[in-house]
């Protein structure tokens, strides 16, 4: 098991002069459900860690899918640093289908991608699909 990660809370998304609420917390918190474990003690916020992830939303898009036919998407970079010092970063992309039920949102988009993050941090490859750019 590795040291914890503490994980800032970025600024929320927002796209076409909308704002989502709530939306920097979300990412943190989900960032951290996917790094504990991996690495025990990780948590959201300033904390004593020796290793801390900074997260931006860069693209956070929510659309009404089911009748828009057009795709939610998400993009977030993931800057790791050692103490003062960037020591590696990821950015995940991801956009839902053309096709939905209704109900998905851009947070809905990033569980995967993350844990996939996170296993490739501890050191173990998952299987995925998914576009993290490194």
Same mark, same amino acid.
């Given at each position: 098991?590795?040291? =914890? +990660?503490? !994980? #800032? +809370? =970025?600024?929320?998304?927002?796209?076409?002069?909308?704002?989502?609420?709530?939306?920097?917390?979300? !990412? #943190?918190?989900?960032?951290v459900s996917s790094l504990l474990p991996y690495f025990p003690g990780s948590a959201v916020g300033v904390s004593n860690s020796e290793y801390h992830i900074i997260p931006e939303l860069l693209h956070w898009e929510n659309r009404a899918t089911e009748w828009s036919g057009k795709p939610d998407r998400v993009k977030v970079s993931l800057p790791l640093y050692r103490g003062q010092q960037l020591i590696g970063s990821a950015l995940v992309k991801a956009k839902s289908s053309w096709w939905t039920l209704g109900g998905d949102r851009p947070e809905d988009l990033i569980e995967l991608p993350f844990d996939v993050y996170a296993a490739g941090l501890a050191g173990i490859k998952k299987p995925n699909r998914l576009v993290i750019e490194k």
């Open positions: 098991m590795g040291k =914890p +990660i503490s !994980v #800032a +809370i =970025p600024i929320d998304g927002e796209f076409s002069g909308e704002k989502y609420p709530q939306s920097g917390y979300g !990412v #943190a918190r989900r960032l």
